[in-house]
């Protein structure tokens, strides 16, 4: 199908992106989720403005133990930063799972952030590592940590007219890894878990995991976190573990898995990304 017509604006520099977006444009980055809902007419903007020619908006720098990442970052970009590669291994290695080549060369980690599409893979990875969003707006600006921004599905702590500006997230020198079950169709998530963990006197600590496809939102799994904290990590506690990962949750189900297969492939996927994890401690 045919988007409905809509009016286009490229601007240069932010202000003008965000005086826009104050009176009411939406904003388009890659356009990889937003021009295919304009087809199917699931959405129709009247005006957009496209993110992509901002020069401010396109960065990763490290700055005080963080990696700061402009929103307009394509996935490829996260994939395949030397910075990201060395210092936030998770982030890079969950990019590398989103979708396909083209779509990872179109995509941003803004536009896959503000989407929060249930089934997204960046927000499990960032659940696991905390990170944190800046929302800008015409004369705003305030940062939101993932815990707080993922609200529902679809939808975000996002205030009309305001954009991600910037996403954070820890240098980290944990052991981590992505664990998918993709949807082969698509390559989005069945479920997707992402595990990061140290290793203290042989004993494990700072257990984080992220878990995506599952619920309407993104979270992390605190009950199955506490059950691996001071554990060795013996194949049976992770086992034990990972079978908590969707305790308390209300899994989602569609064409693809019924929610109690889901709840069980998370289970699978926990176990198998705290492994993968610990064999890299
Ligand atoms: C074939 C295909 C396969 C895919 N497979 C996967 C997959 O396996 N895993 C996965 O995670 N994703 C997948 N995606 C989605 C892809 O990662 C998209 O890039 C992402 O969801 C949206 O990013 P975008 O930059 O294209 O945003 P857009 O499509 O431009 O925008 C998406 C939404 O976010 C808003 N928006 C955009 N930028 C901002 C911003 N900076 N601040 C606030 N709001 C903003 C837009 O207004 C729109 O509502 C797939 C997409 C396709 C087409």
Redesign the pocket.
Known sequence: MIAQAFEYTAPKTLDEALGLLAEGA???????????MMKLRLAAPEHLVD?ARIKDLNYIREAGGFLHIG?TVT?YEVESSALVRGKCPLLAETAS????VQ?RN???I???V??A?P????PAAMQALEAKFVLKGASSERTVSAADFFVDMFTTA?EPG???REVIVPVDNSASSYQKCYQPA????IVGIAARLAKAAGKLADVRIGVTGLSNRAYRATAAEKALEGKAGSAEEIRAAAALVAQGVEANADIHASADYRKHLASVYAARAVEAALARV
């Open positions: 939406k904003p388009l980055s890659g356009g990889m989720s937003l021009i295919p993110l929103t996935h799972h989103i979708g396909d779509v179109m995509g941003t803004g536009g896959s503000a989407h599409d089934s997204a893979d960046y996002l305001e954009i991600v698509s390559g989005f998530a």
